[in-house]
C-alpha cells in the first residue's frame, strides 16, 4: 500500500475523527469498569507536522492548524471560546511531549487513545505496512496497555473480539485505496465483529467525495444488526467531485447514551472554524435508533454490467 498519513494527519478529516474518538473515549470512563480499544488500521502514532510530508500539503493548517487561534480572523468564534469538548481535545494536542513551543507534533488516534486511557484499559493495535508498525512500537514500547500487532486489521478481529474486557470500542479508519470496494471489507468485517461481539462499539470513519460512493454503504448501516447508528458528518466543499476530499464522517454502531448531544455543538463549531471557502456543512442524526423500525432494504446490488 502507498498510502501514508504523515502527508495528511492533522487535517480537517483528523480533527473530525480524533474529536468523535475522544468523545467515545470519555464515554467509556463514564463506568469504572475498565475497557478495550481495538484500532484496525493504526498508523505510525505520531507525526511531525514540520516534516517533509506534512509540509509538502499543508493541510494541517487548514484543519487542527485552524483551531489554534480560533477567536482571530475570518472563521473566528462566535463568543471566543471553543465548546469544552474540542477545548479539552486540543489542550491534550498541545500538552504533548515536544508541544512545547506550539503544535509541532500531531499524535495519532493510537496516541490520543493511549493518553486519554486509564491504567487498567488496554488497547490492541493493527498496522499492516511494516514500517509503519515499527514506529507504532517504538513510540509506545514502554506502554504495557497497547499492543501492537503487524496485521491485517480486518482478519485481526476475528482473534481479538470479543476483549477480555467485555467492553470497549473498535476503530475502522482504513485508507480507502481499495476505493468503494473499501465498505464492503467494512460491511463483512462489521458483520462478523457483530457475531462476536454484538454490545462493542464500532467507529468507522469514512471519505465524501461524490454522495454517491458513499450512500450504498450508509443504508447498509441501516440493516446491520447494531442496535443503534450514529452518523457524523463535516462537508468543507460540496459532495459532488470524485477529484478531492470533500468531506468525512463517523459511523458509530452501537453509539453511547447521548453522544449525539455531545457531539452537537463541536460540529456546529468545527463547521465554522473550519469552513474553506463557503460555508461548511455538518450533520448528526441517527441511522438506525434503538426500538425504531429499519429503513425497507436496499435491493441487492448487481455485480455485472448493464
Not at 160 to 178: F, N, Q, W
Request: glycine share 8%; proline share 9%.
Amino acid at each position: 500500500m502507498n498510502y501514508r498519513h504523515a502527508y495528511h494527519a492533522g487535517n480537517f478529516a483528523d480533527v473530525l475523527k480524533h474529536v468523535v474518538l475522544a468523545a467515545l473515549i470519555d464515554a467509556l470512563k463514564a463506568k469504572p469498569t475498565p475497557f478495550a480499544v481495538i484500532d484496525t488500521h493504526a498508523g505510525s502514532g505520531c507525526y511531525a507536522l514540520e516534516g517533509k510530508e506534512a509540509e509538502k500539503t499543508g493541510e494541517w493548517r487548514e484543519g487542527v492548524g485552524r483551531l489554534l487561534f480560533p477567536d482571530v480572523g475570518p472563521h473566528a468564534s462566535s463568543g471566543g471560546t471553543l465548546p469544552p469538548l474540542l477545548r479539552h481535545w486540543l489542550d491534550g494536542l498541545l500538552s504533548l511531549p515536544g508541544n512545547e513551543q506550539g503544535l509541532k507534533l500531531y499524535p495519532g488516534s493510537p496516541l490520543q487513545a493511549a493518553r486519554a486511557m486509564r491504567a487498567n484499559d488496554s488497547a490492541q493495535l493493527c498496522e499492516l505496512q511494516p514500517e509503519e508498525a515499527t514506529r507504532l512500537r517504538e513510540l509506545l514500547h514502554s506502554d504495557k496497555r497497547m499492543h501492537v500487532h503487524q496485521r491485517d486489521g480486518y482478519e485481526a478481529l476475528k482473534a481479538l473480539l470479543p476483549p477480555k474486557e467485555k467492553r470497549g470500542l473498535v476503530l475502522i479508519d482504513p485508507p480507502y485505496e481499495a476505493q468503494e470496494a473499501e465498505y464492503r471489507l467494512i460491511e463483512q468485517a462489521i458483520k462478523g465483529a457483530l457475531v462476536r461481539w454484538p454490545t462493542g462499539v464500532y467507529a468507522v470513519w469514512y471519505p465524501i467525495k461524490q454522495r454517491s460512493q458513499v450512500q450504498p454503504f450508509l443504508r447498509w448501516l441501516g440493516h446491520c444488526g447494531a442496535r443503534r447508528v450514529l452518523r457524523a458528518e463535516l462537508l468543507v466543499h460540496p459532495d459532488d467531485s470524485p477529484l478531492r476530499l470533500n468531506g468525512s464522517g463517523m459511523a458509530i454502531l452501537n453509539a453511547p447514551w447521548k453522544l449525539d448531544e455531545t457531539l452537537r455543538e463541536p460540529l456546529r463549531a468545527l463547521s465554522r472554524l473550519l469552513a474553506q471557502g463557503r460555508p461548511a456543512e455538518w450533520r448528526l442524526d441517527w441511522l438506525l435508533e434503538e426500538g425504531a423500525a429499519p429503513p425497507p432494504s436496499p435491493l441487492p446490488r448487481s455485480h455485472g454490467r448493464r
